[in-house]
């Protein structure tokens, strides 16, 4: 078959290369191809640097760079050759060197990187006295535990985290627990400090709290349910929730519609297991 110089069948590029036209699609692909290897090749690199650097005698460096591995993390960098590093840097002298590495590990789950080898230095850091590395090593362990991690070694400790007086501490604490129980890990020791968080000056606590006692509810057995109940009615009794009631305040409205749906999901389990028997 003749090569072909132009073809007048067609307009533009197809018109005056038809055979390099046709071509073109595979060459594209075969050019995204090889920029996305190169760009895999050079974050690698980077990364790599970010590690050494992890442990580098200047601790603007070593924050520099366990910030720089949150951010790899978060677009969508595969930073897994960088947990060994980042749980080590949990240990850090400098708090910010941990908070950002905590955060770091905290990305790195959420994005789905495995983390479970660094399950035991998280849990220890919720003991940390910095609240951010606090705060962090929760958020981390909740996305663990979204993840399908085992994080049941931290739920004495995320327990009693849910009466810190920071209030980030108490949320990502209620959030790693609710995910923990939404992935079938008994935290009936949780059921009384998420019941007083119910009346939390903050929204947000509220919202996981009730989340977490929701998942309690739907993924316990049946005494697992009048735990929950029996502290839901002590809180309705408080003095805190009628107080906000003679007020009637915003907070009333969101404690009473939370406890509403925590009633309504509670028996909507029971029923189902009812049904079950």
Same mark, same amino acid.
């Given at each position: ?48 640097? @970010? ?29 897994? $050759? ?47 006295? /910095? ?68 009346? /939390? ?31 839901? @009615?002590?809180?309705?009794? $408080? ?39």
């Amino acid at each position: 078959m003749a090569f072909m110089i132009n073809d007048k069948s067609k307009t533009g590029f197809a018109r005056h290369c038809p055979a390099f036209a046709k071509a073109y699609p595979a060459f594209a692909k075969a050019c995204d191809r090889m920029v996305e290897t190169i760009r895999k090749g050079f974050e690698t690199r980077k990364i790599g640097k @970010m590690i050494s650097d992890l442990n580098d005698a200047d601790r603007s460096c070593r924050m520099r760079a366990a910030g720089a591995l949150w951010k790899a993390a978060e677009d969508g960098n595969d930073v897994s $050759s960088a947990i060994s590093a980042l749980t080590e840097a949990l240990a850090d002298e400098n708090a910010t060197v941990r908070e950002n590495a905590a955060l770091a590990l905290a990305k790195a789950a959420e994005k789905g990187i495995n983390v479970r080898s660094a399950i035991p230095e998280l849990t220890k850091a919720l003991a940390d006295l /910095d609240a951010d590395v606090r705060g962090n090593s929760a958020l981390a362990l909740g996305n663990a535990a979204e993840k399908g991690t085992d994080i049941t070694a931290a739920i004495s400790p995320l327990t009693n985290l849910l009466s810190d007086p920071n209030e980030n501490v108490r949320l990502y604490a209620a959030f790693a627990l609710g995910n923990a129980a939404e992935k079938g890990t008994d935290i009936a020791q949780s059921v009384t400090a998420l019941a007083n968080l119910l009346s /939390d000056p903050n929204a947000d606590v509220r919202k996981y709290a009730s989340e977490a006692f929701c998942n309690v509810a739907l993924k316990g057995d049946h005494e697992a349910r009048v735990s929950v109940v029996s502290q839901i @009615m002590q809180f309705l009794h $408080s003095g805190l929730f009628k107080a906000e009631a003679e007020r009637n305040s915003v907070a009333f409205v969101q404690m009473t519609t939370q406890c509403a749906r925590l009633m309504q999901e509670i028996e909507k389990a029971e029923k189902k297991q009812r049904e079950t028997i």
